[in-house]
């Protein structure tokens, strides 16, 4: 039985992790619940809207101190907020904007003045993705508080490569600079942000191996991402029509354009051949694409869930037509966990540890149409079992939480 440690963390985090609603949340939900017993961790949350804290017992804080983000309720506010930011800041990523902002910056000088009061003293301030990073960011370097001893960069995935990626695959030649533009200073802040850290904290074998090879002398240690495995896998829903569930934050770019290039090249081929199959669409998101594509038969455009297993529930297949980006799709594992089958491409499930046969593939729209026409149920049924089988034998929370807190022991001289 493991036991409470003496670690001392302080979490930098975007978002409030309860409710899980997001694959984001989800992965941080998981990761404090599995910690907190190990360990002593405050939080600095910047968001939006951090007053919606909803407390959960899974989430053993100490304490919470909220820092509010300039808003972004519309397109306008957003813009503004970029322009005055590349305006006064052009060698940081537009993506920091709000966390770089003046706003945030007083806040948490307010928040680190209270601490330092406190005498409180951190064996490690663990910043939970790149852009949250960048309130510590001033006159070109980043100014750590000085009661953290070590700095953990939990990456989310490799931002440096998801910005070239969107910008080989748009064709406005406008937005494609841009975008290359954008991901010039992404690379430039993220490799900063490895080389001011002490350690980092990747989340796939594949990111790994790329931060090992730009940054062979930063100790890594790879945190997946935990889902919660059911007792045992859903079965399958009854009724005739077979449903296929399309889930995932619907304004980030990767699931955006993945989603956009399936409803315009596969659906059209599939609802010809199958009228007994239909497309579930949800996930967190703006869905301001929805009227260009609403014509779309056999479509149920579901939106925000507060739960998914309700969606696993009805569906038999999670799909992943995800082309770029890094990093592990949690929405795959989630999958997995439910023991539903995952129809994804190849690039989907790197980061997952799907073998080939613990998912259906496919790469291009003629295979997706066929996998979708002539699907299997009862095949991919026990390929939703065997993939649910196979992470859970792999995949402990108890155990990846004590081998991080072993490994974030070994690495400061203070315990």
């Not at 930063?218 to 859903?234: A, E, V």
């Not at 592990?328 to 089958?341: D, F, P």
């Not at 690039?347 to 699907?375: P, R, Y």
Request: aromatic share 10%; proline share 8%.
């Amino acid at each position: 039985m493991l036991t409470p440690g003496p670690l001392n963390i302080l979490w930098i985090s975007p978002k409030w992790p309860n409710p899980p609603i997001d694959g984001a949340r989800l992965a941080s939900f998981q990761l404090l619940k599995g910690l907190a017993p190990l360990a002593n961790i405050d939080m600095i949350l910047i968001a939006e809207d951090p007053q919606c804290q909803i407390p959960s017992p899974d989430l053993l804080l100490n304490n919470v101190w909220a820092i509010q983000k300039p808003p972004k309720n519309n397109i306008w506010q957003s813009l503004w907020l970029y322009l005055i930011h590349f305006l006064k800041h052009p060698k940081i990523p537009l993506t920091t904007a709000s966390f770089f902002h003046p706003q945030c910056k007083r806040q948490l000088a307010k928040v680190m003045d209270e601490i330092q009061k406190s005498a409180k003293h951190y064996h490690y301030m663990i910043i939970d993705g790149m852009h949250p990073s960048a309130i510590f960011y001033q006159d070109d370097n980043f100014q750590w508080p000085s009661f953290v001893s070590k700095i953990a960069y939990r990456a989310h995935n490799i931002e440096a490569l998801l910005w070239p990626q969107a910008a080989a695959m748009e064709k406005n030649i406008i937005k494609k600079i841009l975008l290359y533009w954008q991901a010039s200073l992404v690379k430039a802040f993220e490799h900063k942000l490895l080389k001011n850290s002490n350690l980092a904290l990747p989340i796939s074998s594949e990111d790994l191996e790329i931060i090992k090879k730009d940054h062979p002398k930063l100790p890594t240690f790879m945190l997946p991402m935990i889902p919660d495995f059911r007792p045992t896998p859903l079965p399958l829903p009854e009724g005739k029509a077979l449903k296929l569930l399309f889930l995932g934050r619907l304004d980030w770019p990767p699931n955006r354009q993945g989603l956009l290039w399936f409803l315009k090249h596969v659906w059209p081929k599939v609802v010809q051949k199958r009228k007994d199959i239909q497309l579930i669409i949800a996930g967190s998101g703006s869905l301001d694409f929805k009227a260009k594509y609403e014509h779309l038969p056999q479509v149920d455009w579901r939106g925000f869930a507060p739960s998914i297993t309700p969606l696993f529930e009805e569906s038999i297949v999670l799909l992943v037509p995800v082309f770029f980006g890094s990093g592990t799709r949690i929405k795959i594992l989630e999958s997995c966990a439910h023991g539903r089958a995952v129809l994804s491409t190849s690039f989907a499930v790197q980061g997952s540890m799907l073998q080939n046969e613990h998912f259906i593939k496919a790469d291009t729209e003629e295979e997706w149409a066929q996998q979708i026409c002539s699907v299997n149920v009862g095949n991919w049924e026990k390929i939703g079992h065997n993939a649910y089988n196979f992470l859970r034998e792999r995949i402990n929370n108890a155990t990846v939480m004590y081998n991080l807190q072993q490994f974030l022991k070994s690495k400061v001289s203070d315990l």
